[in-house]
C-alpha cells in the first residue's frame, strides 16, 4: 500500500518561511517524479512544484519560481518543499503528490497517489 505522509506548515507571517515533507513508503520511491500542488479556498488545485526521478529536473508554477525550492532524498523516500518569502496568497492547503512516471509532471492526472494535505497560512 502506498502511503504519502505529510508534515510541516502551519501560521506563519508574510516574508517568512516554511518547509514541507513528505515520507513515502510501499513504492520504489527514486523510480517516480514527485509533486507538490496547493488548493486555497474556493479554487482548483494548483500545481506548485515538482522534481523528477533522480532530481534532475524541476519545474516551478510562476507564482513561486525563485521563493519556493523542491527537494528530494532518495535514500530517505522524502521530498519537502522550501518556501521563502511567504505572501497572505500562499495560504492554502497543500499537497504532496506521487507521480506515474520519473518525470517531473505539472499536471494533477499525471499523479496517482496524494498526501493527506498540510494547512499554509501567511498573515500579512
Known amino acids: 500500500q502506498v502511503q504519502l505522509v505529510q508534515s510541516g506548515g502551519g501560521l506563519v507571517q508574510a516574508g517568512g518561511s516554511l518547509r514541507l515533507s513528505c515520507a513515502v513508503s510501499?513504492?520504489?520511491?527514486?523510480?517516480?517524479?514527485m509533486g507538490w500542488f496547493r488548493q486555497a479556498p474556493g479554487k482548483e488545485r494548483e500545481f506548485v512544484a515538482a522534481?523528477?526521478?533522480?532530481?534532475?529536473?524541476?519545474y516551478y508554477a510562476d507564482s513561486v519560481k525563485g521563493r519556493f525550492t523542491i527537494s528530494r532524498d532518495n535514500a530517505k523516500s522524502t521530498v519537502d518543499l522550501q518556501m521563502s518569502s511567504l505572501k497572505p496568497e500562499d495560504t492554502a492547503v497543500y499537497y504532496c503528490?506521487?507521480?506515474?512516471?520519473?518525470?517531473?509532471?505539472?499536471?494533477?492526472?499525471?499523479?496517482?497517489?496524494w498526501g493527506q494535505g498540510t494547512q499554509v497560512t501567511v498573515s500579512s
Open positions: 503528490a506521487g507521480g506515474k512516471s520519473f518525470l517531473a509532471a505539472r499536471r494533477p492526472y499525471e499523479y496517482d497517489y
Open positions: 510501499g513504492r520504489t520511491f527514486g523510480s517516480y517524479g
Open positions: 522534481i523528477s526521478s533522480n532530481g534532475g529536473s524541476t
